[in-house]
């Protein structure tokens, strides 16, 4: 189960869902060293080192949703409000 876990509701075509969700996860690449892939209409990311090592997650992208599921490390549980607040605000901003 996911420490955090939102879905929001789009109306983009599903190719500009996934292009904002693909902008989401470079921004995540960059500010926290996360690596990422497209699997299928679903983004995995993992940090393998760096502020966030251990984090791991995906955004899945539908042509109505875009949800996006992270597994917090126990070191950063305690900052879970803070991170959710910050993924809720950029998602928002996207769709």
């Given at each position: 189960?996911?420490?955090i876990?939102?879905t929001?509701?789009?109306?983009l075509?599903?190719?500009?869902?996934?292009?904002?969700?693909?902008?989401?996860a470079k921004g995540?690449?960059?500010?926290?060293?996360?690596?990422?892939?497209?699997?299928?209409d679903?983004?995995?990311?993992?940090?393998?080192?760096?502020?966030?090592k251990g984090t791991?997650?995906?955004?899945?992208?539908t042509d109505k949703?875009?949800?996006v599921a992270?597994?917090?490390p126990f070191?950063?549980?305690?900052?879970?409000?803070?991170?959710e607040?910050?993924?809720?605000?950029?998602?928002?901003a996207?769709?």
């Amino acid at each position: 189960m996911a420490t955090i876990d939102i879905t929001r509701n789009h109306t983009l075509p599903i190719q500009d869902a996934k292009t904002k969700a693909e902008e989401l996860a470079k921004g995540m690449a960059d500010k926290f060293g996360i690596q990422w892939k497209w699997d299928g209409d679903t983004i995995r990311f993992d940090a393998p080192s760096g502020a966030a090592k251990g984090t791991k997650g995906e955004v899945a992208v539908t042509d109505k949703t875009v949800r996006v599921a992270i597994d917090l490390p126990f070191m950063l549980k305690m900052l879970k409000g803070t991170i959710e607040g910050k993924v809720k605000e950029k998602l928002d901003a996207l769709v």
